[in-house]
């Protein structure tokens, strides 16, 4: 099982910056990707992005790309998210996750989560 901790979540201004940190544990694997979903009140929890730990390959939902980077540290255990021009509608718990999955964009497959982080961001 793989232990994963959140961190970096706030409140902060539309058009600002935050980094998101998740730390993972235990039996991760250099073959499953890390992978970052956030869910608005009321809402389905939905993907936002995705890294291989070996490679480095990434994905992004459409809605954050240019503006958000995944990030990984294999020493650290560790990816980041890095969320740039941020906007009221990104506001949620995001979470990072993991898992045996094939298809990266999609939340089945992914059987480790963290407990979520909350972002606000204020217009």
């Known amino acids: 099982q793989v232990q994963l901790v959140e961190s970096g979540g706030g409140l902060v201004q539309a058009g600002g910056s935050l980094r998101l940190s998740c730390a993972a544990s235990g039996r991760t694997s250099s073959n499953y990707p890390m992978a970052w979903f956030r869910q608005a009140p009321g809402k389905e929890r939905t993907f936002v992005a995705a890294?291989?730990?070996?490679?480095?390959?990434?994905d992004y939902a459409d809605s954050v790309k240019g503006r958000f980077t995944i990030s990984r540290d294999n020493a650290k255990n560790t990816v980041y998210l890095q969320m740039n021009s941020l906007k009221p509608e990104d506001t949620a718990v995001y979470y990072c996750a993991t898992g045996r999955v094939t298809v990266v964009r999609a939340i089945y497959g992914y059987t480790d989560w963290g407990q979520g982080t909350q972002v606000t961001v204020s217009s």
């Open positions: 890294v291989y730990w070996s490679g480095g390959i990434t």
